[in-house]
């Protein structure tokens, strides 16, 4: 009885019980084989909520997608899909607008990773000074993690308004005239990149400041012993040792970039959000989503989108594994 | 050059192991010294200035939510706070039903929060200590994961929910994001080299089952590591939009869905939605003042050997 309802303490008095009872053989039998399925078994048990979860709201929904991109279904009626083929794909390759939603991605993905991940490794190559305070720096500089993209997007787009902004006041100081950020191609992909920029400098300056702490001394002390300066030794024993990790931070800002929704959607609000701008100027792909799915509900398109974006992040994925192996060898 | 370069490094050849107010973390964090020079006044002058970037959008938050929107819109706009903010977060309240908004925040992100933990630690175990069959490439399947983005499976997502009849209901933002690769990768790291296999081969002598190994001896150990992991997700469950935003709707949102729904009415009033915006980050931003220092930790522990 006592083994078999597990109490505080059963966990010290479980064996006892078994050498009480050594006649009982059949009884032993039983808990080793228990033992060796609750050896077997266990791992597999703590490791399915994640496969479950995964399968069931990541990749059955993934695949479906695919399924769902050859029919027509409305947001009115979810539950009547009518087969079209290849329709959905025909309509948004066809549309300038998803292909300008497209370079819109890719170019506020460009404008705002580069920056972005240089800014971090110099600001953490600062941080890895030894500093005063160095704690309340780097919380400093994370605090802008702490913000949510909705946050963070409605903020800035108070700074980048038109008339009375923050930002257009600033630069009348020194003498510029008003710039009308959003309704600009380029103004306006450069407020949402700093956006991006500002909400995630900090995180990836403090990944980079962990790996360089993780750099082993003695190759610092033998660059100098060389006489290799500061910025040689920058360059040719901090850059190389963090070379995983900055490829690390370009994978996950790209996928982020590829990802980017709320930003240009609070940019200027309201109706504008839905289409990226009147001239789609800063529509990018999640908002091309979202706008044939949810704004005009037309599902079968957005799903086709999907796939359109798997795509691209393929190609990218692929491109970063060539760019990785010619770095590599060209490297040697 | 060679004259000015020994110099610099020497301080660090004294001390190979200087901990400048580092993350107070156990041994096992304990990074290499790295290139410890002292910051010299360009150093600090620059961080200062990056510090007042990264504040500076968080303080006009606060300034604009407590102005009239005239005030805050004015050819030169205010510089310090001032009277209105109870005014401005009233009329948010009432305009974004901001008061279910907060509760469903709570629910969701504590609840995301909770079973992120509980599945997390236990997978991150399994995959750190336990032998089985698979396990190389059901780790690599899992780490693969963090590479899909969310807009993938968004359509097929809300239709699977309206057939569960969760269409619109926190459910639907709950369930998909019970369990992260990111955290059962988080606690693997930890657990390879926090949890010592003697602890484990002990409490197997000792006759304890594998669930009571996880109880008594891998949840106390996992405990630090935990913490971190739970004041992450929380951020991330409280800061999400994208989902929220679509499976959601104005009668029963998150606080960021609210916020994003009061931005996309027609004529919104920029100090309302600013004082929405701060009442959405204020708890978020007591948290960081709080756990500052375990997070950034938290961030750099889970980033070594990535």
Same mark, same amino acid.
């Given at each position: 009885m006592a083994t078999s309802t597990p109490t505080r303490d059963a966990y010290a008095k479980a064996p006892r019980p078994s050498k009480k009872e050594p006649t009982d053989e059949?009884?032993?039998?039983?808990? =080793?084989?228990? !033992? #060796?399925?609750?050896?077997?078994?266990?791992?597999?048990?703590?490791? %399915?909520?994640?496969? +479950?979860? $995964?399968?069931?709201?990541?990749?059955?929904?993934?695949?479906?997608?695919?399924?769902?991109?050859?029919?027509?279904?409305?947001?009115?009626?979810?539950?009547?899909?009518?087969?079209?083929?290849?329709?959905?794909?025909?309509?948004?390759?066809?549309d300038p607008e998803f292909w300008t939603s497209v370079s819109n991605t890719f170019l506020i993905g460009v404008i705002s990773t580069v920056p972005q991940l240089l800014m971090a490794l110099g600001l953490a190559h600062l941080l890895n000074y030894r500093l005063?305070? =160095?704690?309340? !720096? #780097?919380?400093?500089?994370?605090?802008?993690?702490?913000?949510?993209? %909705?946050?963070?997007? +409605?903020? $800035?787009?108070?700074?980048?308004r038109a008339d009375g902004g923050l930002l257009?006041?600033?630069?009348?100081?020194?003498?510029?005239?008003?710039?009308n950020w959003a309704n600009g191609h380029w103004t306006s992909k450069l407020a949402i990149s700093v956006i991006v920029i500002w909400r995630w400098t900090g995180y990836n300056a403090l990944i980079y400041l962990a790996a360089m702490q993780a750099v082993p001394n003695d190759l610092y002390e033998a660059a100098s012993l060389d006489g290799a300066s500061r910025w040689q030794q920058f360059r040719k024993v901090t850059i190389p040792s963090l070379r995983p990790t900055i490829l690390f931070t370009i994978v996950i800002s790209t996928i982020g970039s590829m990802q980017l929704f709320g930003e240009p959607l609070l940019l200027e609000g309201g109706a504008l959000g839905a289409t990226g701008g009147n001239e789609n100027q800063y529509e990018t792909l999640s908002i091309y989503l979202y706008n044939y799915g949810w704004n005009l509900g037309h599902l079968g398109p957005a799903a086709a989108v999907a796939w359109a974006m798997l795509a691209l992040l393929l190609l990218i994925a692929?491109?970063?594994?060539?760019?990785?192996r010619f770095v590599r060898t060209s490297a040697v | 050059m060679t004259m000015t370069s020994p110099t610099p490094t020497a301080p660090a050849k004294l001390a190979p192991t200087p901990k400048s107010g580092g993350p107070s973390r156990p041994s096992?964090?304990?990074?290499?010294?790295?290139?410890?020079?002292?910051?010299?006044?360009?150093?600090?002058?620059?961080?200062?200035?990056?510090?007042?970037?990264?504040?500076?959008?968080?303080?006009?938050?606060?300034?604009?939510?407590?102005?009239?929107?005239?005030?805050?819109?004015?050819?030169?706009?205010?510089?310090?706070?001032?009277?209105?903010l109870i005014e401005n977060i009233q009329t948010a309240w009432e305009q974004a039903n901001l008061g279910k908004a907060i509760v469903n925040s709570i629910i969701v992100s504590s609840s995301i929060t909770l079973a992120t933990l509980f599945f997390c630690t236990l997978?991150?175990?399994?995959?750190?200590?336990?032998?089985?069959?698979?396990?190389?490439?059901?780790?690599?399947?899992?780490?693969?994961?963090?590479?899909?983005?969310?807009?993938?499976?968004?359509?097929?997502?809300?239709?699977?929910?309206?057939?569960?009849?969760?269409?619109?209901?926190?459910?639907?933002?709950?369930?998909?994001?019970l369990v992260s690769a990111f955290g059962v990768f988080f606690m693997r790291q930890y657990l390879i080299e926090a949890l010592p296999y003697e602890l484990i081969e002990a409490a197997k002598v000792d006759g304890a089952n594998n669930f009571r190994i996880v109880r008594s001896v891998v949840l106390p150990v996992a405990r630090p590591a935990m913490m971190v992991?739970?004041?992450?997700?929380?951020?991330?469950?409280?800061?999400?939009?994208?989902?929220?935003?679509?499976?959601?709707?104005?009668?029963?949102?998150?606080?960021?869905?609210?916020?994003?729904?009061?931005?996309a009415s027609y004529t919104p009033d920029q100090s309302i939605v600013m004082a929405g915006a701060l009442i959405s980050t204020l708890p978020l931003l007591v948290v960081f003042v709080l756990f500052g220092k375990k997070i950034v930790g938290g961030i750099m522990s889970g980033a070594v050997k990535g």
């Open positions: 059949r009884r032993q039998l039983w808990r =080793s084989r228990l !033992w #060796r399925f609750d050896d077997k078994a266990s791992p597999y048990a703590y490791i %399915a909520p994640f496969f +479950l979860i $995964f399968g069931a709201f990541g990749l059955y929904p993934l695949l479906y997608t695919g399924w769902i991109a050859l029919h027509r279904v409305s947001m009115t009626g979810l539950d009547s899909m009518e087969w079209v083929g290849w329709e959905n794909f025909d309509k948004i390759l066809h005063r305070a =160095s704690t309340f !720096w #780097r919380t400093i500089i994370l605090t802008p993690y702490a913000t949510s993209v %909705a946050s963070a997007a +409605l903020v $800035f787009a108070l700074v980048f257009n006041w600033t630069l009348g100081l020194v003498g510029f005239d008003p710039v692929a491109a970063n594994w060539i760019v990785g | 096992r964090f304990r990074m290499g010294a790295g290139q410890q020079l002292k910051g010299g006044p360009f150093a600090y002058a620059a961080l200062a200035v990056v510090g007042f970037g990264s504040l500076l959008p968080l303080y006009w938050t606060l300034v604009a939510a407590s102005r009239t929107q005239d005030e805050v819109l004015a050819s030169t706009p205010p510089f310090f706070p001032g009277g209105k997978a991150g175990y399994a995959f750190a200590k336990m032998r089985f069959r698979g396990r190389g490439w059901l780790m690599t399947a899992v780490i693969a994961t963090l590479t899909i983005p969310p807009q993938l499976s968004v359509v097929p997502l809300f239709m699977m929910m309206s057939g569960l009849g969760w269409g619109g209901q926190l459910e639907s933002v709950i369930f998909p994001t992991l739970g004041m992450l997700t929380f951020v991330q469950a409280w800061n999400d939009f994208f989902w929220p935003y679509l499976a959601l709707n104005q009668q029963n949102p998150t606080l960021q869905v609210a916020l994003g729904q009061l931005s």
